[in-house]
């Protein structure tokens, strides 16, 4: 049962976390970054005449890509000839100008492919006298499959499966989808070129690689068919792939397929790229929330990575430093953090995402601590293949689940089913989609 003070850590923790989120609202993002007035427009720092374009189309991916296309809408208005963008199911929004398609997400299915195939048309089509808007978010990735010749949307997808099966990084992902695909890796501005090509990034990646952020399809691609060799050896990834990508791999290795363009390609010569808000952007904004609840706050860091389950018990050793020692802030005390920790599936009988798999890492080493609260949630408001954002976890936590039937919380944390865990527990954090997405916020709470 929750008491009071419970229940008001709780409602600060959550409303925290959303003050971070709305930081980084899309299409609040694309309005401080592109205006109107009459017949000029300011995107990036440029003053651009309505008049010197034939045609102004929009592009783009990703689970914020609905938001940002309606920011872009409402600013262009009339001049806006039209587009195609791509987002995950249950994200997409109704707009008048711009065709919204859903689509598979983490895995790629064939609805993405034929986006993918309509965004590329639309690229192919545009002239040197066109302008084009791409924006890009967390998810592009999955959302834009368009196997590269020779390979097949179930070749892309297996390997998708077996990577996010291995643990491996966003970053390292990317690299190997990039030389699986005819989109990726700069091959989206490829297409593009001659016209003129502004990609607005919300970032999902730690450190904002633009290469890496939904595998970088109008930036130059600095990783090689080596490095996605090397990954995929790395993560055990290499021989459970098909013959067929095996090969197109080494074909590339080889120089028998070429590299995707690199920073001194020409097609880049009128390409323009901006980052228009990322975790740090969140962190902030639930820095300044939480100082006016009246919290001692402390931003460790938004480049937090690693197994789920470890970084789990170094903030609930922070937790026990707080409550025991008053540091590394004082009580009230708040402790933020943001990034994209990685799960290693070691049972694939669970149910989970790396937000409650934290969470729940936590509960177990806070047990029996009073006074705090731990949030970890995705900024999209989904936490791996379930309908949760992510859990709270707190020092009555293992109690309620004993209490609940739930003899053996560690199981739960090896089985990877955090999910389960904390839906018998009444601990999920369940939001629905944000339609943005900047990583993961971390969120521990400590009263006085």
Not at 219 to 228: G, H, K, L, Q, Y
Not at 351 to 367: C, F, H, N, P, T
Request: glycine share 10%; proline share 5%.
């Amino acid at each position: 049962m929750l008491t009071s003070s419970d229940k008001k850590l709780r409602q600060h923790a959550g409303a925290i976390f959303s003050a971070g989120v709305a930081a980084v609202d899309p299409k609040a993002a694309v309005k401080r970054t592109l205006r109107r007035e009459g017949p000029r427009i300011f995107l990036c720092n440029h003053s651009i005449s309505i008049n010197d374009y034939r045609h102004f189309y929009v592009i783009g991916a990703g689970k914020a890509a609905a938001s940002m296309a309606e920011g872009v809408e409402e600013i262009l208005g009339n001049a806006l000839t039209g587009g195609v963008v791509v987002t995950k199911d249950g994200h997409g929004l109704p707009l008048q100008r711009v065709n919204v398609l859903e689509a598979g997400h983490p895995l790629p299915d064939e609805r993405g492919e034929k986006a993918a195939e309509q965004i590329l048309q639309i690229a192919q089509k545009a002239g040197a006298d066109d302008l084009v808007i791409c924006l890009i978010s967390g998810g592009g990735s999955a959302l834009l499959p368009l196997p590269a010749a020779g390979l097949t949307l179930d070749d892309e997808r297996r390997v998708t499966d077996l990577l996010l099966a291995s643990g491996a990084t966003i970053e390292e992902m990317n690299v190997v989808r990039k030389h699986l695909s005819s989109i990726k890796g700069g091959q989206l501005a490829r297409a593009v070129y001659p016209a003129k090509l502004f990609t607005l990034v919300l970032s999902d990646v730690i450190g904002d690689p633009l290469d890496i952020i939904a595998s970088g399809p109008t930036v130059p691609d600095s990783s090689t068919f080596e490095e996605a060799r090397k990954i995929m050896m790395m993560t055990g990834v290499w021989t459970k792939a098909p013959q067929v990508v095996r090969a197109h791999i080494d074909m590339g290795r080889t120089g028998r397929i070429a590299e995707n363009p690199k920073p001194d390609d020409g097609v880049f010569n009128f390409a323009q790229t901006e980052i228009i808000g990322n975790n740090a952007t969140a962190l902030e904004a639930a820095e300044l929330h939480a100082n006016k609840l009246g919290y001692n706050t402390l931003i460790l860091s938004s480049r937090v990575q690693g197994e789920a389950r470890d970084i789990g018990r170094f903030y609930a050793a922070i937790a026990h430093e707080i409550v025991h020692r008053e540091r590394p802030v004082e009580t009230p005390a708040c402790i933020l953090a943001g990034g994209e920790p990685t799960v290693t599936l070691r049972s694939k009988l669970g149910k989970g995402g790396r937000s409650q798999e934290l969470a729940l890492s936590v509960a177990i080493d806070i047990d029996g601590l009073p006074g705090c609260v731990f949030l970890a949630a995705g900024t999209d408001g989904t936490d791996g293949p379930t309908d949760a954002a992510g859990a709270f976890a707190d020092g009555k936590c293992i109690a309620r689940a004993k209490t609940s039937g739930l003899m053996h919380p560690t199981s739960f944390l090896r089985d990877n089913d955090s999910y389960n865990f904390f839906r018998t527990t009444e601990d999920l954090f369940i939001t629905g989609p944000t339609r943005t997405n900047v990583m993961d916020l971390h969120v521990l709470l400590v009263g006085e």
